[in-house]
């Protein structure tokens, strides 16, 4: 019987974790959950679970995300939410020994200096987005120092074959059709963009302790693959299979076995005929190129990305802004100063703050 905690339960891959949980009560037992607000969803989750420890982030602020933490009764802790308030838990988590698996782009893009160094042993941090977590298996068994690159995988998002012209005229309505996630708003937007994809490029160089060259993407349309990885021999290792989180979550919960089946998840069939892949077109989506240079410059830069995208995607979810400014904000913010290395844990959270507050500085030149 595995002891779970899951902070942001309610969200779109915490759902997912938690129909995996449900599936299984005779080996997964969930003691604690967390999510931003005191919903009617959080309390249903509680009363399913039977789960006593249920913490509203508006209620109990950081401590409730570190009860979970600390919990001397939970052995494995599920990051499964967005933003940079569950930093601190992650670190507790990880170095009260606790298996954790995460989601959070933000904890390792803002806090990856200081994360991953609290790492005791192999697979104690298990990635859960698909991508990082298609990478993370095709990794074992392998030596590191023979990987060339690695690979994550883009769906393109709605606009994939849009002109620039056409994506001048996105609206919010459009933009929120993702073809392949069921998301919530601010990654389905950043997916929409590819921000998305260029935050995944910094979280991997991190994750995986690799080199800003070692690290790329593709479009990969209909999301089968979702992960490559390059070695120096010319070989390809990859992941591939259907587009359900509950995958990646089943994966990282019972690793390293894997018999055991996803709820409501039926065997497919494979389109490996219909696969394919893509460059990005950095001119018609300047987020991955934005990003990239925030790989190469590190320091500040990653941590003020986060932040500024953050404002640039609320504006637009506002009518604020349109869709093509949403890179633009993001860019001139970067642009605006240089960003020096923070020196700790507490600047670096700082900075994203910084970021935010800078594009909406900036963000008044900007008009629909």
Known sequence: MINVGVIGATGSVGSSVMAVCGAWPDKIRVKAIAANHRSEKLFQLAGKFNVSNVYPYEEYGQEGLERIALDPEIEHVVFASSGTSAIKALCLALEAGKNVSLANKESIVVAGKWVMPLVKRPDQLRPLDSEHNAIWQCLHGEDKSFVRKIYLTASGGPFRKFTRDELRN???????????WDMGAKITIDSATLMNKGIELIEAMYLFGLDESQVDAFISPGSFVHGLIEFEDGSVKLLAAEPDMKLPAASCLFWPERNFPCPEFHRPKYPLHDV??????????????????????????????VGADESAVSMFLEGRIGFTDIAGVVGRVLESRKWDEPANLDEAVALVDEGRREALRLAGNYSL
Do not use: N, Q, S, W
Not at 170 to 180: D, K, S, W
């Open 276 to 305: 394919k892949f893509e460059e990005i077109d950095a001119e018609r989506f300047p987020a991955v190129r934005i990003a990239r240079e925030c790989m190469r410059l590190k320091g500040g830069y990653p941590a003020v990305l």
């Open 170 to 180: 996105v609206t919010l309505e459009m933009a929120l059709r993702h073809p392949v």
